[in-house]
């Protein structure tokens, strides 16, 4: 199973230790005036292990621009996302390092969408892929439940998860919801057979955007 690119020499998106990041947790917090996303490290035992950045919107004014930071002070910025367009359904997203950097970029299939979520990602290397909700059936229910006013505010029963691949059916990203009153998600970002990973950054970029995104 090989690709029509090769792995970058170095890995693309480095966490704090400097090794290759394989899984994390997205958690949103909600206050009365702030939307707050927190990207958090993971080990191999499933156990959490700090902060990575977090980002933090005015709620109901989501900007087209999301930059995620370090810390509390909001002062170093480590990645960022933005629309190339405004008011536009089938906007590309550009995910940039803190430099500026484009490091890779995704956008909603509303087409495909209709039925069942559908993103497509790509990186500067060459990668695209496409991602859906993981249960076709529960897609349906959710839509159903959106449709029918008396449940508009009430939270979808639902969990709904989503698979990304690569062109020949490699996962490459797989992103899960956990049971919960908080909107928790735990990511995976599994090697490909070349060796190749997705940078943890475009991860977190697109797992934070199929919250926050998801009904644009």
């Known amino acids: 199973m090989t690709y029509g690119y090769e792995p970058p020499a170095t890995p693309s998106g480095q966490p704090p230790a400097g090794a290759p990041l394989t899984r994390f947790v997205m958690r949103q917090r909600l206050t009365m005036m702030v939307n707050r996303y927190e990207i958090i490290a993971v080990n191999d035992a499933g156990q959490e292990t700090g902060l990575l950045c977090l980002a933090q919107q005015k709620r109901m004014a989501f900007k087209e621009q999301v930059t995620f930071y370090t810390d509390e002070s909001r002062t170093r910025p480590v990645f960022s996302f933005k629309a190339r367009s405004r008011m536009d359904l089938g906007a590309t997203y550009d995910v940039t390092d803190a430099n500026g950097t484009p490091i890779g970029w995704f956008r909603k299939d509303f087409g495909k969408s209709l039925l069942r979520s559908t993103w497509h990602i ?69 090697a490909a057979p070349n060796g ?17 995104l998801q009904s644009r």
């Open 122 to 190: 790509g990186t500067p290397d060459g990668f695209q892929g496409m991602g859906q909700e993981r249960n076709h059936t529960i897609a349906l229910l959710r839509r159903f439940w959106e449709l029918v006013p008396i449940l508009g505010d009430i939270p979808v029963p639902w969990l709904f998860h989503f698979d990304f691949a690569a062109p020949d059916g490699t996962l490459v990203m797989s992103s899960l919801r956990r049971r919960g009153i908080r909107d928790t998600y735990e990511v995976e970002l599994p």
């Open 196 to 212: 190749w990973r997705l940078d943890w950054r475009v991860g977190a970029a697109m797992a934070v955007a199929l919250d926050a």
